[in-house]
């Protein structure tokens, strides 16, 4: 029988990518995300390729009682999760903290540190019933290091760090593997939405080297949920070969 994957944040960059490579190795998946149509695109690009079954769950993970309600929502087939991947995260604005914007930092604290620990609540206490399971967080390179005007987002960063050991601790005596990734520059929808739709801006993230791609990210997870029982990944930070520490490239 497969394991059952749930991915938030499904509906693009590394969420997208690793449904799309769990799907290949044999995963059934629970997609998550705000975005239904790309949610339902995305369920029949995999149905075409693959003998996984998906279900798709829309909501905002901000929202405890929709994301109590979503999970609530799973029938006996696919309560048994085995693996839960908290991806869905965003940096939202590019400013010091002096000039930052309020609203800017609530969306990020609410989905990075909030609704990972909401879901992360809701589905815990399955596995630890059910003695198994796998939990990774995407962290960044931002949990480990601050850069400028990336002192909210960083903060987040470092919470899902902390928050990851903590877990850790708690699941440890259940059996419970909990691992996090750490990327560096990754070209995904994530500067689009750092910049308010500023497709300019968003390009210019990624102008003059070699970022990682979501896929590499995706193949990293599948590296960590497929290492023996007596092995966990505690964290892996994984960088572009062009990119040293958070704001130091190597550039055309
Ligand atoms: P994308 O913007 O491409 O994907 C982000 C995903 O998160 C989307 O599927 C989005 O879905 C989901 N999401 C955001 N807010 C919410 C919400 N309130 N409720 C539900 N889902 C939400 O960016 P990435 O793929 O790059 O980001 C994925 C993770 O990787 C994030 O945690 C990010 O911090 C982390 N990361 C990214 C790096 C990068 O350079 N790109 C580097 C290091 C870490 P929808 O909008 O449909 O709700
Ligand atoms: C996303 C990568 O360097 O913008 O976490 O923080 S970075």
Redo the contacts with the bound molecule.
């Keep these: 029988m497969n394991k059952i994957a749930l991915i938030t944040g499904a509906t693009s960059g590394i969420g997208e990518a690793t449904a799309l490579l769990l799907a290949q190795n044999n995963y059934d998946l629970i997609l998550t995300g705000r975005r239904e149509e790309r949610l339902t695109v995305l369920k029949q690009q995999i149905l075409q390729k693959s003998n996984s079954r998906i279900h798709t769950l829309n909501f905002d993970i901000r929202s405890l009682d929709e994301t109590t309600e979503a999970i609530n929502s799973l029938t006996e087939q696919w309560k048994n999760i085995d693996v839960l991947i908290n991806n869905a995260g965003l940096?939202v604005g590019y400013n010091t903290v002096q000039d930052g914007v309020v609203d800017d930092w609530e969306r990020m604290i609410d989905t990075n540190m909030k609704g990972l620990l909401y879901i992360t609540r809701l589905i815990s206490p399955i596995m630890v019933g059910r003695s198994k399971g796998h939990i990774i967080n995407i962290s960044?390179?931002?949990g480990k290091e601050t850069?400028p005007f990336?002192n909210v987002?960083?903060a987040t960063?470092h919470a899902v760090q902390s928050v990851t050991k903590g877990m850790r601790i708690d699941m440890l005596k259940h059996g419970i593997k909990v691992s996090s990734v750490s990327?560096?520059?990754?070209d995904t929808e994530?500067s689009l939405v750092r910049f308010k739709g500023d497709e300019d801006k968003a390009k210019q993230v990624y102008k003059g080297f070699t970022p990682l791609f979501a896929n590499d990210i995706a193949e990293t997870i599948l590296f960590v949920l497929t290492r023996p029982p007596h092995v966990n990944i505690d964290d892996i930070l994984v960088m572009p070969t062009d990119q040293a520490f958070?704001r130091d490239f190597r550039k055309e």
């Design positions: 940096a960044s390179i931002a850069y990336g987002y960083c960063k990327p560096g520059a990754v994530f958070s």
